[in-house]
């Protein structure tokens, strides 16, 4: 991507305000998602940088593989807040190794995932085919508890 529109430079701007998103890729012919931690870097052309578990192995399923990645404000609205927004984008990403000043952008990694220590991998894609979706008036729902 050469030249950023006015909405996918908004989607990256969204995209830089929250932490985390999802990382979708087929892996064995088979879909899977996970958390990842993202970092948007300004470009030309902008980067999306991801922190992964790499005991997961999904990292290095990712490289070199075209990928999806979507975030949302979902779980960030507070109350009266009923503005949504999705921003989902593909790519392809590349294993990489941050330098300092990256790892100071992702902060502080996870102590553990699924019971084990966290070891982190990196990915890095740049966006291709940025989409931003906005929902107004969207009340804010209430986690109901069953009895």
Same mark, same amino acid.
Do not use: K
């Given at each position: 991507? !050469? !030249?950023?529109?006015?909405? &996918?430079?908004?989607?990256? &701007?969204?995209?830089?305000? !929250?932490? +985390?998103?999802? @990382?979708?890729?087929?892996?064995?012919?088979? $879909?899977?998602?996970?958390?990842?931690?993202? %970092?948007?870097? *300004?470009?030309?052309?902008?980067?999306?940088?991801?922190?992964?578990? /790499?005991?997961?192995?999904?990292?290095?399923?990712?490289? /070199?593989?075209?990928?999806? +990645? /979507?975030?949302?404000?979902?779980? *960030?609205?507070?109350?009266? *807040?009923?503005?949504?927004? !999705?921003?989902?984008? %593909?790519?392809?990403?590349?294993? =990489?190794?941050?330098?300092?000043?990256?790892? &100071?952008?992702?902060?502080?990694? $996870?102590?553990?995932?699924?019971?084990?220590?966290?070891?982190?991998?990196?990915?890095? @894609?740049? $966006?291709? =085919?940025?989409?931003?979706?906005?929902? *107004? /008036? %969207?009340?804010?729902?209430?986690?109901?508890?069953?009895?």
């Amino acid at each position: 991507m !050469t !030249t950023v529109s006015h909405d &996918e430079f908004r989607a990256l &701007e969204l995209l830089g305000g !929250t932490p +985390y998103g999802r @990382i979708s890729v087929s892996m064995r012919a088979l $879909p899977f998602v996970t958390v990842a931690r993202h %970092v948007v870097v *300004e470009g030309p052309p902008p980067r999306v940088l991801l922190r992964l578990h /790499g005991g997961f192995g999904y990292a290095q399923a990712c490289d /070199g593989s075209v990928v999806a +990645y /979507g975030a949302d404000n979902l779980a *960030e609205r507070r109350d009266g *807040e009923e503005s949504v927004w !999705t921003v989902q984008f %593909v790519g392809q990403a590349r294993l =990489f190794r941050p330098g300092p000043d990256e790892l &100071e952008r992702f902060g502080r990694p $996870p102590h553990s995932a699924d019971n084990a220590p966290f070891i982190p991998e990196y990915l890095c @894609i740049e $966006p291709q =085919f940025i989409t931003l979706h906005h929902l *107004e /008036g %969207v009340p804010a729902r209430r986690a109901a508890h069953s009895a």
